[in-house]
């Protein structure tokens, strides 16, 4: 099953929309910072990888009573054999 994310969007006016996506990115400094569900009621946030980077740091946000969160974050290797596509967040146009 495929959670998505519920968005509010909200322009210079003041203006607000709301929209659903599976996956949500943000460019900030030239790298993509990813968020996605995690399938467990929390959050998942990501750093595009680039070629030469071995690992990818990962942000893991996740609800633990009814005013706190859980925040864990760590480093994992970056997929050498993965398939690329468009949503791979690999930083390829394979």
């Known amino acids: 099953m495929i959670e998505s994310l ?25 790298r993509d910072l990813w968020l996605e569900p995690d399938g467990q009621g929390g959050l998942t946030i990501y750093a595009e990888s680039f070629e030469d980077e071995a690992e990818t740091p990962v942000l893991a946000l996740r609800p633990q009573a009814v005013n706190q969160f859980g925040l864990a974050l760590s480093l994992e290797p970056v997929a050498e054999d993965h398939e690329h596509g468009p949503d791979c967040g690999c930083g390829h146009d394979h």
Do not use: F, K, P, Y
């Open 6 to 30: 519920s968005l509010i969007l909200e322009d210079t006016q003041g203006e607000r929309r709301e929209a659903r996506a599976a996956r949500v990115a943000v460019q900030i400094n030239g």
